[in-house]
């Protein structure tokens, strides 16, 4: 059965510096990865995903993500953050060979960009 | 504008009235899903459909139902509301390929009393 883990429930980072975002994954198969952001009263956006190739992704708004597969992990970076990045992170995977699967989500982390 | 909408947005309900949260997608996908949202819970799936006439149980389905009659829309029912499926509801859908990313509609947030 897949699962996605994101051990933090909060992050705290100040504007300016960088920002780490944790996610590993378990998946019977091959993984396809994805990081969504959630604003205060809005829906899920999507920011990028890990498909195949380069192990680091780049996405929308400056964010990127680096694929390790030895260690499960799919980790969201930025390497300067802004106040406006404070929202709700949430990873999700899904297994790369089997359509009919769902995508799992982790339960999300809450970062918090203090100016 | 590549979207989907749900309605109602909010909606405040007694326990056992019947209700239907309405799901449409205008970008032409055969995957559609509904999802709730629960505080340290993330999301959870609810149902699925593959395509028109094609749904299946996501890991919640328990207190709901779903119908897939046409592409765009992906209703969910709430035969007999309980105060347990209060929460925050998202639709989303995607195409066919395992690797495109959901598109998610705006939420309905659903208070059973």
């Known amino acids: 059965a897949q699962s996605v883990a994101q051990p933090e429930d909060q992050v705290n980072v100040a504007e300016g510096n960088p920002l780490t975002v944790k996610c590993t994954y378990s998946v019977s198969g091959n993984p396809y990865l994805f990081w969504y952001v959630q604003y205060p009263n809005r829906g899920l956006q999507f920011l990028l995903k890990?498909?195949?190739?380069?192990?680091l992704v780049k996405g929308s708004y400056g964010f990127e993500a680096e694929f390790n597969k030895s260690q499960t992990s799919f980790h969201l970076k930025k390497p300067s953050a802004l106040v406006s990045d404070s929202a709700l992170y949430f990873c999700?995977?899904?297994?790369?060979?089997?359509?009919?699967?769902?995508?799992?989500f982790g339960p999300g982390t809450r970062l918090s960009v203090l100016p | 504008e590549a979207q989907v909408t749900q309605n109602p947005r909010y909606l405040i309900t007694v326990t056992g009235k019947k209700l239907t949260v309405t799901c449409s997608q205008n970008m032409n996908h055969e995957y559609m899903s509904w999802y709730r949202q629960d505080p340290g819970l993330g999301l959870r799936q609810i149902y699925y459909s593959m395509n028109v006439e094609v749904t299946d149980k996501g890991d919640v389905p328990e207190g709901y139902k779903v119908s897939r009659k046409e592409k765009r829309n992906f209703p969910l029912i709430l035969e007999s509301p309980s105060p347990n499926q209060t929460s925050l509801y998202f639709c989303?859908?995607?195409?066919?390929?395992?690797?495109?990313?959901?598109?998610f509609g705006p939420g309905t947030r659903l208070t059973v009393l």
């Open positions: 999700a995977v899904r297994d790369a060979y089997n359509y009919g699967q769902n995508f799992v």
């Open positions: 890990y498909i195949t190739g380069d192990n």
């Open positions: 989303a859908s995607s195409s066919t390929r395992s690797y495109n990313e959901q598109f």
